[in-house]
């Protein structure tokens, strides 16, 4: 089992251009998150998906979109980046339920010129 | 508003001391706590949860943690530290106020064990 995957590993872009990161689980989870770190904030919940077919917001949504696009994938997607969106970027998943563990993905390390 | 509050940014002990990482938290009703690990250039991971039950939780790694309703605590502790436990730690709580599936994380705690 390769658990979370994460595609890219870094990125660099310029303010104004787009790009979409992508997060595949393959432990039949129902939910999926993504998370962004910042340090001295500890992790912060941007969108996450119940189960296959709903997203909700988090605590921090505004200048991100995502697509569950199935069970196993969940991507994030950033139409116009902002220098205020250099961070590392988690994906996560966990069965459903508020008692079990989340399993997450190595991240991506973006920067924003 | 449910939080986690991780007061020390970084810990130091010598290896082969016992460890205690603080957590408090903030939450109406029961609380769903979880400790994750996150060693250099990794993600998260699992280390310990507590749902119900004993207030004596182990983990991990030889991890445990207590919690604490009266002080609402639940600090993170091993007996005998280890070089290769240098790593930041964090404490977290569901947010069950809004259905269980955000996780209030905590700033995170630095932990360098000292050979």
């Known amino acids: 089992n390769a658990g979370v995957t994460q595609t890219p590993k870094f990125q660099v872009l310029k303010t104004g251009q787009s790009m979409t990161l992508q997060c595949a689980q393959d432990?039949?989870?129902?939910?999926m998150y993504w998370y962004r770190q910042d340090p001295g904030m500890g992790l912060r919940l941007i969108y996450y998906s119940a189960s296959e077919g709903t997203t909700d917001k988090g605590e921090v949504p505004n200048g991100y979109n995502v697509s569950r696009l199935n069970k196993r994938e969940f991507s994030l997607r950033l139409e116009s980046a902002a220098p205020s969106q250099t961070s590392v970027y988690f994906c996560?998943?966990?069965?459903?339920?508020?008692?079990?563990?989340?399993?997450f993905g190595p991240g991506t390390r973006l920067t924003v010129l | 508003a449910q939080s986690v509050a991780q007061p020390e940014d970084q810990v130091n002990v010598a290896e082969g001391n016992p460890l205690t990482v603080k957590c408090t938290y903030s939450v109406s009703g029961n609380p769903y706590l979880f400790w994750y690990v996150q060693y250099p250039n990794r993600g998260l991971q699992f280390l310990l949860k507590y749902i119900t039950g004993d207030n004596l939780v182990k983990g991990s790694y030889g991890f445990e943690a207590e919690f604490n309703k009266s002080q609402t605590s639940f600090h993170l502790k091993k007996p005998s530290a280890l070089v290769s436990d240098s790593a930041l730690y964090f404490c977290a709580v569901r947010d069950l106020e809004t259905g269980g599936f955000k996780t209030i994380f905590g700033a995170g705690t630095r932990l360098f064990v000292k050979a």
């Open positions: 432990m039949n989870h129902n939910s």
């Open positions: 996560a998943s966990s069965d459903q339920g508020a008692y079990n563990e989340q399993f």
